[in-house]
């Protein structure tokens, strides 16, 4: 079942000489439960196809849907209120909030909606994580593998539509980059859950059952790996 769909999707930044086209009709279909890595070269136009897909910015032109709705039509409310129940954002530097206990952090879109979280699912996705330990632990008392980990947890508690990973191994070494791949992969397969990962770590690319790779705002290449 296609849960995103892009049809002619182009971002512009800029007039005259300054004019930068970072997406130039984009069209892009990902099916519900996929693992999909894009790739691509610095200002190819990956993190910006990413920041459109998580309503963070707006296309100039086309259409983006995702889980039946149509991003275009979202004001900035909603557009924010969209963001935090159906799509799941993971960043290289973890955007916890220091002060919290790692818990908090990871209940903090359900807390922001008043919502009781299903505690069962919450111990299942930390468990599965392997931060139950961690949860009254603030994010600097935490190392960096296990930031990310509480990121990924936070990204999952509303059960997305889309997760959306920009460079989540990025900040990481060899080792912890591995195991967030691992549990990136665990989410996917266990929870069913939909990944869309920007990358320049070509390992952990290929640990994606589909590699899109973009250039100069074009996708050129869309290769299924399994």
């Known amino acids: 079942m296609e849960i995103l769909r892009c049809e002619g999707v182009s971002r512009i930044y800029g007039s005259g000489q300054n004019r930068v086209t970072a997406l130039d009709d984009i069209n892009l279909t990902v099916n519900r439960g996929e693992f999909v890595a894009v790739v691509g070269p610095s200002g190819s136009g990956k ?3 990413l920041h459109i897909l998580g309503t963070v910015d707006k296309a100039d032109s086309g259409k983006v849907t995702v889980d039946g709705t149509d991003l275009s039509t979202l ?15 993971v960043y290289q530097f973890y955007n916890l909030i220091p002060t919290l206990t790692v818990e908090k952090n990871i209940l903090m879109p359900l807390l922001l909606d008043r919502k009781k979280p299903d505690r069962e699912y919450f111990e299942e996705v930390v468990g599965s994580l392997g931060i139950s330990h961690k949860l009254g632990a603030l994010p600097g ?86």
């Open 47 to 49: 993190s910006t196809l």
């Open 75 to 89: 004001n900035p409310t909603e557009a924010a209120i969209f963001r935090r129940r159906k799509v799941g954002l």
């Open 141 to 226: 008392q935490l190392s960096g593998g296990q930031q990310q980990r509480a990121a990924i947890a936070r990204s999952l508690i509303y059960r997305p539509a889309l997760l959306l990973a920009d460079e989540p191994t990025g900040n990481l070494d060899r080792k912890n980059s591995g195991e967030i791949m691992d549990m990136l992969k665990l989410s996917n397969r266990n929870l069913n859950q939909t990944i869309i990962i920007i990358t320049h770590d070509e390992k952990a690319a290929l640990e994606a059952e589909r590699v899109v790779t973009i250039e100069d705002g074009h996708i050129v290449g869309d290769e299924r790996r399994r």
